[in-house]
């Protein structure tokens, strides 16, 4: 079968693989119809998370046709075509049952912090991912779900992750009616959560970002009020001075470490790696946010430290909220808000790329080239 | 940019997810469902991973479910396995791993040079996209790349001048695939793990493995029978007995 194989840092190729086995009685072989490049694996393309090793296959967002169930499953059956969330989940453990499914205890051998991860480097498990034509599904009765059939594949695969993790940063965020949101992020995350937070009764949405067109994008998408922050001087002020100098009363990080926007962070984040990532669009979060507000973190940080100004989070009495989302907690909920029309995640695809050519998708997309936004693999064809 | 403000009577379900008892928010701490609160949940079954899992010191056991991609190879693999003895709140640990990466990059070119194949690396890097839509940016790359190789070679053509030297040829004796075949027990509640570090010796070492994997008892007691000894792996390489891990490890030492 054709997989992504990564090579390094900025190297990417598709290549023929073995194929995936059952190897555990609740697995299941998934045959890959939509398959997505994720903001966060730019981060492992970028050699930013660490034990990422040359070989491996990523891709965390997918869906695809079941082609084999092991004995222990029993909710899927051959042919059906399910959508598979990014987390690999027990559905058995302390967390698990806490409808923690983002922090699965028995699906991460090199990592207690964070649950196993598809395609997400050994520090999330060692999982090859969904950027293949095949993939190996752990716990098949616990994460996947059948797609309905009135649902477009093209959202389906967003709900993998995208529109999950971007609804939970606003779910986070503890949004009362009429709040003010600053979103931090215009890429597909942050445009989710921008979406979402009218959901929860937003008064005003703000988005920030440095790519116009991507902006340009929120303005109607979310719909958002949106502000380039390379034509700003200080966006903390600014945000204060939109906000009657009280401050937004919820922020959300859907940036991580892969930031623009602070010389000294990206040179001692992004270069140099003393710290895990380039932090600037929390620093940002937590001092544009006001007293006992909310700030609501879903960016990818890598597991060391980073330069934030803790003290403010201190002497402002905020409070953070944070967590890889928590999929399949939400897909009953986001699945009936696209079957009523009231978010509309596939409106986001800008590229629709053969398996073949993965090494120009990643390229693309890490570049900021073409307009892009999000693109989606055909591993197996259209 | 403009930015007009948005009416939010036009967006549709606007407030439909407001929840007063959301605060700060779900899921706050939902254990009411919950018998016990420590490590008692019944598990799931335990997979049987056949190739070498690195396990965090943080985990008292290994997950049920775990992933085989890309198991530790090589130098890399020895400084993850390293890394690996320190906790995840240990900053070497990552620094460690992140090395590793670094040097796995290497290696990944070795073994594409091995297996007969060029990488293409600037495909691999994206060039036919840069091409296509940033023209400007590959020029530029292009010509930073050629100036500064430009530089890096006359740097040391006027070094070799100066010692007067042509260098010594590094040609070491001919690499040839070697081939070793080893029995390990793999039974449904035990993976034995010297046979699985005998196995990563090998791999590191370069050779083409035959694993012929034990899966009983009964298979590893008349193994065991046939061959005098008491213990597994068994490791044989050109037909001559090594014997097991550490005799394994010592025969690499030696050469």
Sequence with gaps: MLAMNYRGPYRVRADERPMPTIQHPEDAIVRVTRSCICGSDLHLYHGMVPDTRVGMTFGHEFCGIVEQVGPEVHNLKVGDHVLVPFNIACGKCHFCQQGLFGNCHESNAQATAVGGIYGYSHTAGGYDGGQAQYVRVPYADVGPMVIPDWMDPDDAVLLTDVVPTGYQAAEMGGIKQGDT???FGAGPVGLMAARSAWLFGAGRVIVIDHLDYRLDFARTFGPAEVYNFREID???VFLKKQTDS?????CIDAVGGDAAGNKLQWLFGTKLKLEAGNSIALHWAINSVKKGGIVSIVGVYGPTGNMVPIGNVVNKGITIRANQASVKRLLPKLVE????????????ITHRVPLEDIADAYHIFSAKLDGCIKPVLLPNGA | MTNAIVDTAAIPGWGIDADPKNDPTYPMRHIEQQETRGLTWKRPDQQQPDVEILRSIEHNRLPAVVGTSTPPSGLSGTIRRYAFRRSESDWWHWLLLMGADR???????????ARGTLPNIPAEMGARAEWRHNKKGLATKIGVTLALSAAAFALLRSRKRASGSDGVALAGPEEQTRSAVLYRMVLPDHTCPFGVRAKAMLEAHGFEIDDRILRTREEVDALEAELGVDTTP???IAGERIGGSDDLERWLEQG
């Design chain 1, 246 to 250: 009280l401050g937004a009363d919820v």
């Design chain 2, 103 to 113: 040097i796995n990059v290497v290696e990944g070119v070795v073994q594409d040079l």
């Design chain 1, 234 to 236: 200080d966006v903390v």
């Design chain 1, 337 to 348: 808000h696209i079957r009523a029309g009231r978010i509309n995640p596939k409106a986001m």
């Design chain 1, 181 to 183: 949101v600053v979103v």
């Design chain 2, 234 to 236: 068994q490791i044989f």
